[in-house]
């Protein structure tokens, strides 16, 4: 599908990779939905790529249902969802104070995963009452997994449940969608200069950068874009999760 013309929702676009794909898309003429539990972050997004901001926090049905369709009466059912919002909240299972207490592995999960297949369910409702386009093809949702759901370091337990949680859906949820024209695909990045690693010391910054292959330095969010764009045109992507981690393997810490 092409981008331009096309309502597209970006959740988590307040911020890092979320806002890179919310410019990417806006810059080729998608019409564009910046939905964030930082109203203030998509609103300044928004503003730059002329799109429309809708506080949202996706792990909530209630306020998912109410920024869709507030974002479908600004610009139309969406034909793009990208799923960028995510939290990370390290903690090893058993810390200095005890085991990790079960309320913060389950709000990761329940932002990451759930969040992620709420958004997604309701997007997919609205994409299925749409014409089709070349190919019989209504709608694509892109996800942000991450290489942590494949080599989750220490202290990333719950992060890296999510994440392989999300990995886990893609094919089930393309394959469950293909008879309604919408294909379903994550991409895994590894090490993204965002404020979630741009607020480390440069030390470490340096460090983590040095533990790539090639090329020796955090990918920028840009590039993240890209891919998303390539994945929303190409309609033969599907059901797969792609690594974008210039062959990092992330060691146990
Ligand atoms: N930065 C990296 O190196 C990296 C690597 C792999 C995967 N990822 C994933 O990419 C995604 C984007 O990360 P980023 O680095 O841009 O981080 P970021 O912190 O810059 O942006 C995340 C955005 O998600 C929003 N958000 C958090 N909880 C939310 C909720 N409940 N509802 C709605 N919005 C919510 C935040 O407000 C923020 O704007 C995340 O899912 C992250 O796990 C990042």
Do not use: W
């Amino acid at each position: 599908m092409q981008v331009a013309t096309q309502a597209a929702l970006v959740a988590g676009g307040g911020s890092g990779i979320g806002a890179a794909v919310a410019r990417h898309l806006a810059g080729l003429g998608a019409r564009v939905a910046v939905l964030d539990v930082n109203g203030d972050g998509a609103e300044a997004v928004a503003r730059e790529c002329g799109g429309a901001a809708f506080a949202c926090d996706i792990a909530s049905a209630e306020s998912a249902e109410q920024a869709i369709a507030a974002a479908r009466a600004a610009h139309g059912a969406a034909r793009i969802l990208v799923n960028c919002a995510g939290i990370l909240a390290p903690g090893r299972i058993l810390g200095k104070d005890g085991p990790l207490p079960l309320d913060s592995f389950r709000r990761v999960v329940e932002v990451n995963l759930v969040g992620a297949f709420n958004l997604l369910r309701l997007a997919a409702a609205d994409m299925a009452q749409l014409d089709v386009l070349a190919d019989g093809e209504r709608g694509v949702i892109v996800n942000t997994s991450s290489i942590a759901a494949y080599e989750g370091q220490i202290g990333q337990i719950a992060y890296a449940a999510s994440k392989a949680g999300m990995a886990g859906m893609t094919l089930p949820a393309a394959r469950d969608l293909a008879r309604h024209g919408i294909r379903v695909l994550s991409v895994a990045p590894g090490l993204v200069a965002t404020p979630m690693l741009t607020g480390l010391p440069q030390e470490m910054q340096d460090a983590l950068a040095a533990s790539i292959p090639f090329p020796q330095r955090l990918a920028d969010p840009t590039e993240v874009a890209r891919l998303v764009q390539h994945m929303i045109e190409n309609v033969m992507l599907n059901g797969e999760v792609i690594r974008l981690d210039g062959a990092l393997r992330m060691a146990p810490k």
